[in-house]
């Protein structure tokens, strides 16, 4: 059996960068796989609230949510949305700003953690990377959660009494504590075999070297 070289991935559901570093930490496994698989890939994802004082019902447009959030005026938004929009084609992902609805996410990631108790975690985080950002679906109320919790096959009413009773809650905390206590600052970031932080949607080869250093060392220090 090949050993398993654990990954932890910070994110947080409304961040644009974690689903472009989502698919380019994937494409890294896949090559590192490819030119050298000599361990299994093991990933968690953990919570990481970018603006934990949205609301869960906010108005207006990603563009004045931004200009508001980072001081910039509305022009530069766009244009910097623009990009991002086009860095996100380059992976397969579609995005669309306009439909996008802001929300607090702290709901979503109690969600994820339910999901990682059934084994559904990483279906669970990327059906709700793409309601966010390429169907403009809410991803902040109960309800909506729910709906997208069925998707992945999640039993409908045990998700939605995990998210009503905030069982979760004290794990989402414990994710954001240990960002912090790692210095984390931004997501994603990722760290490989509990040594190697990854900070950004990086290079899929970043990531693929990554994982090759990571089980190098290990098999070096055991030997």
């Not at 361990?39 to 869960?56: C, K, R």
């Not at 980072?70 to 910097?80: C, E, I, N």
């Not at 953690?113 to 390429?134: D, N, S």
Request: glycine letters at 8%.
């Amino acid at each position: 059996m090949n050993p398993t070289v654990k990954v932890d991935i910070w994110s947080d559901v409304a961040c644009p960068w974690c689903y472009i570093g989502k698919r380019k930490f994937e494409e890294g496994v896949r090559r590192y796989a490819t030119t050298d698989g000599s361990a299994d890939v093991e990933v968690e994802y953990h919570s990481f609230e970018l603006a934990p004082d949205t609301p869960v019902d906010s108005d207006g447009s990603e563009v004045d949510f931004l200009a508001h959030h980072k001081g910039m005026d509305a022009a530069q938004v766009q244009q910097m949305l623009t990009q991002v929009g086009e860095i996100a084609a380059s992976v397969g992902l579609d995005y669309d700003f306009d439909a996008l609805r802001h929300t607090k996410t702290l709901k979503a990631h109690e969600l994820l953690h339910h999901a990682k108790a059934h084994g559904l975690q990483e279906p669970m985080k990327e059906r709700l990377l793409k309601a966010y950002f390429e169907q403009g679906r809410h991803v902040g109320r109960v309800d909506d959660l729910v709906a997208l919790a069925t998707d992945v096959g999640l039993d409908a009413d045990e998700a939605r009494a995990a998210l009503e009773d905030g069982r979760y809650a004290g794990d989402v905390q414990a994710d954001i504590d240990q960002a912090r206590a790692y210095g984390i600052n931004g997501v994603p970031f990722f760290v490989v075999d509990g040594r190697y932080g990854v900070s950004g949607a990086q290079d899929p080869d970043t990531f693929a070297q990554a994982l090759a250093t990571a089980v190098a060392d290990r098999t070096e220090a055991q030997s």
